[in-house]
């Protein structure tokens, strides 16, 4: 289970990008993660997969204060979360293969087991030719599905998506998330950050809406998807 | 059994392990070998001169333990100058009384070639013995070189041979002793010295690396690597550059230790000793790019440790 608790983040001696965060998302849940620019998503998803501490507030994780953890107790809960980037961050002088194998190594899984696991899921991401390639030599939907590939390789508990399909035509856009919601099935929790309506509504899972810093309450969710909608 | 859970063989191997970071890739490699490898030179040399110097101080220390030499001069404390059968005839007498005496357990009279090979580097090998006033030198050991059995000794033999001395070694030995410890206290000063430069050198290029590819070790602990996983990773890469550059660096000195035995031996310089390395005094030498290594692995690891305890 995911839990914040009035968390806020400020960078430096900015303003608060968040303020008052307070949600929970339980084992085995699919949320979507929506809002208008510059409302805070990457912000939520940093502290999520625990790449900053909350400036103040509580987040329990995997049932562990993180808050309390120290830098080396970070890296087995880290160990539990994929992550998509929205920049992809792939490690450029790694092949595709050596990309999306690196969660598995950093936890120490026989090489064979690498091997196996690797290739499947990239011969099923349709980069089964690519596997040698290095990520420049590839294309932007490529890319993304090396990175789609990299978080879910080791089957994570909770998954974290920072547009995921955003470089991905329909087809290949509609198989990673039917990919998603068969490691749902399996158990993950999923988090995806979007601003892809159709995508929101094709896949009809719960929403958690952020603007300005703050999630917004069920009666604002309306106004704020209809804000994202370009209604007003 | 695969991702999707099938059990599958997928015919390629991948034996081949990879640095999850470019670090075989970077420019300042090259720099940081030769680099090492100088210091290894160097450090070569240093503990060579260390191990030269230990040995003549312990050639000079074990020839002259409970030595002493009688020197019966061949001039007299008047100037007049005594010919080599008188000379001869009080270094025999004198000889006869030492064999006598109980402190003492062995005599030799060293012959005039024997004195002359020892004046030979002062005055050099074309001398002319018979047209040098020798002095009478007994070379004896006793059963103890105290102080006051040496004066006992001298004051029995100046009663019949007034001008003899009796020489313990003792002062000039303990001057040399003490430079040649000096000599090896900077010897290991500046092996020591050599050692910290490496590191400090090898810190500064983990630390620039580090620096280089911040994003990707921040990547790396965003999918769970632990700083130990991060660390091992600077710690292979500075280990085999130190090694390759300090393998270099002692071929290269040891070569230098060739040419130098090769051109001291040509020098015949007598009063130093030959210079040559015994098996362990060279497996020692032969360690050094170990040593190397093990510097940098446990540099790299503190300096990993040290920078990453500042991220998140």
């Known amino acids: 289970m995911i839990r914040f608790e009035h968390v806020g983040l400020r960078y430096g001696i900015g303003p608060e990008v968040l303020s008052d965060i307070s949600f929970t998302l339980e084992p085995g849940s699919f949320h979507f993660l929506s809002g208008p620019s510059g409302a805070g998503k990457t912000s939520l998803m940093r502290l999520m997969y625990l790449g900053r501490r909350p400036t103040r507030g509580l987040i329990t994780m995997f049932d562990q204060n993180v808050n309390a953890l120290k830098r080396e107790q970070l890296s087995s809960i880290r160990q539990r979360i994929g992550v998509v980037f929205q920049d992809f961050r792939l490690l450029p002088h790694l092949s595709a293969f050596d990309n999306v194998a690196l969660p598995l190594r950093i936890q120490g899984k026989p090489e064979k087991e690498i091997r196996n696991n690797v290739h499947e899921l990239l011969e099923w991401a349709g980069l089964g030719e690519h596997m040698d390639s290095l990520p420049d030599t590839m294309s932007g939907g490529q890319q993304q599905r090396i990175a789609i590939a990299r978080a879910v390789i080791t089957r994570p508990r909770l998954l974290l998506a920072d547009e995921p399909t955003g470089n991905l035509d329909d087809d290949i856009g509609l198989r990673l998330m039917n990919l998603f919601d068969q490691l749902n099935r399996m158990g993950t929790t999923i988090l995806i950050a979007t601003h892809n309506q159709q995508l929101m509504d094709k896949f009809n899972h719960e929403r958690l809406i952020l603007d300005n810093g703050h999630i917004q309450t069920e009666e604002s969710k309306n106004w704020i998807r209809r804000k994202i909608e370009g209604v007003f | ?312």
């Open chain 2, 1 to 312: 059994m695969g991702f999707f859970g099938e059990d599958k063989t997928l015919g390629i191997t991948r034996q081949k392990r990879r640095y999850d970071l470019p670090l075989n890739r970077s420019a300042g490699a090259n720099f940081l070998t030769l680099l090492i490898a100088l210091m290894t030179f160097l450090a070569l040399l240093a503990l060579s001169a260390s191990f030269a110097l230990s040995a003549m101080t312990e050639r000079w220390s074990a020839g002259l333990e409970n030595r002493v030499t009688i020197e019966i001069p061949a001039e007299t404390k008047n100037g007049t100058l005594l010919s080599r059968e008188e000379v001869h005839a009080l270094t025999n007498r004198v000889n006869s009384f030492l064999e006598n005496h109980p402190t003492v357990k062995t005599t030799h009279i060293l012959t005039d070639n024997e004195i002359g090979e020892l004046v030979k580097p002062w005055l050099g090998e074309d001398m002319l013995l018979d047209k040098i006033p020798l002095p009478g030198l007994i070379s004896m050991e006793i059963q103890d070189k105290e102080e006051t059995t040496l004066d006992a000794l001298q004051r029995k033999i100046q009663g019949f041979a007034p001008h003899a001395r009796i020489d313990s070694h003792e002062t000039w030995l303990k001057d040399l002793l003490r430079f040649t410890g000096a000599l090896q206290f900077a010897s290991a000063l500046l092996t020591i010295v050599i050692g910290l430069i490496t590191a400090t050198a090898i810190a500064g290029a983990v630390r620039a690396r580090l620096a280089v590819h911040h994003e990707e070790v921040q990547l790396l602990h965003l999918m769970g690597a632990s700083d130990n996983y991060i660390s091992r990773q600077f710690q292979r890469h500075s280990r085999i550059l130190a090694f390759e550059g300090s393998v270099i660096g002692a071929a290269a000195g040891m070569l230098a230790l060739l040419a130098i035995g090769w051109s001291a031996g040509e020098m015949e310089i007598n009063l130093l000793p030959n210079f040559h390395l015994s098996h362990i005094q060279i497996a020692t030498l032969a360690l050094l790019p170990f040593i190397a290594a093990l510097i940098a692995t446990f540099t790299a690891r503190k300096t990993v440790f040290h920078t990453l305890a500042r991220m998140p």
